[in-house]
Structures are given as structure tokens and as C-alpha cells.
Nanobody, 122 residues
Framework: QVQLVESGGGLVQAGGSLGLSCTASERTLRNYAKGWFRQAPGKEQEFVAAISWSAHETYYADSVKGRFTISRDNAKNTVSLQMKSLKPEDTAVYYC???????????????WGRGTQVTVSS
């Protein structure tokens, strides 16, 4: 069974930094694009960032561009999201996902993790 497991969430003050990591259980996911999405209470799921399988292409939501960096290590089958200059509005459950396609569209992702909570205090 394919699994994606996120780690690294927590509580941080506004202006601080936090790193998230996601490990895939199957080697086949090394050939998949990976994405990060988030969902805040009472809000719809929101695209955050995505990276191609080769790491040559990356996409970012405008709201996080310049503050968040997505990267991947195919040898370790992991994808990371480094977040800096965090704002209270970044508070959400963050999910990693895998897709054959590099895309911002959540419905095109085939595999999802269970999420990790990020809370930014003001």
C-alpha cells in the first residue's frame, strides 16, 4: 500500500521558520511529481507548491512565493517544504501528495498523506 507520511509540523511565532518533510513508502513515487496543499479550518483546500519528478520545475502559490521552498531527494524518496517569514494566515493542516502530472490541481493527485498541523501565532 502506497503511503505518504508528513512530519515537521508544529507551533511557531509569526516571522519564524519551519520545515516539513514527506516520505513515500514506494520507490515508484520517485517518478511522480510531488505537491504540498493546505487546508485551514472552515476553508477549502489550497495549493501551496509542487515539484516535478526531476526537480527541474517548481510551482508556487502566489501567497507563498518567495517565502516557501519545495525540494526533493529522490534517493531518500522525500519531498520537503521549507517555510520562512511565516504568517498567522499560513496556519493550516499541510498535506503532501503525489501525481504523475506536475499540476496545481488537487484532484489530479493520486496519493495523499494524512497531513501535519502548522500553527503560526501572532
Amino acid at each position: 500500500q502506497v503511503q505518504l507520511v508528513e512530519s515537521g509540523g508544529g507551533l511557531v511565532q509569526a516571522g519564524g521558520s519551519l520545515g516539513l518533510s514527506c516520505t513515500a513508502s514506494e520507490r515508484t513515487l520517485r517518478n511522480y511529481a510531488k505537491g504540498w496543499f493546505r487546508q485551514a479550518p472552515g476553508k477549502e483546500q489550497e495549493f501551496v507548491a509542487a515539484i516535478s519528478w526531476s526537480a527541474h520545475e517548481t510551482y508556487y502559490a502566489d501567497s507563498v512565493k518567495g517565502r516557501f521552498t519545495i525540494s526533493r531527494d529522490n534517493a531518500k524518496n522525500t519531498v520537503s517544504l521549507q517555510m520562512k517569514s511565516l504568517k498567522p494566515e499560513d496556519t493550516a493542516v499541510y498535506y503532501c501528495a503525489a501525481s504523475i502530472h506536475l499540476t496545481r490541481e488537487g484532484h489530479r493527485y493520486d496519493y495523499w498523506g494524512r497531513g501535519t498541523q502548522v500553527t503560526v501565532s501572532s
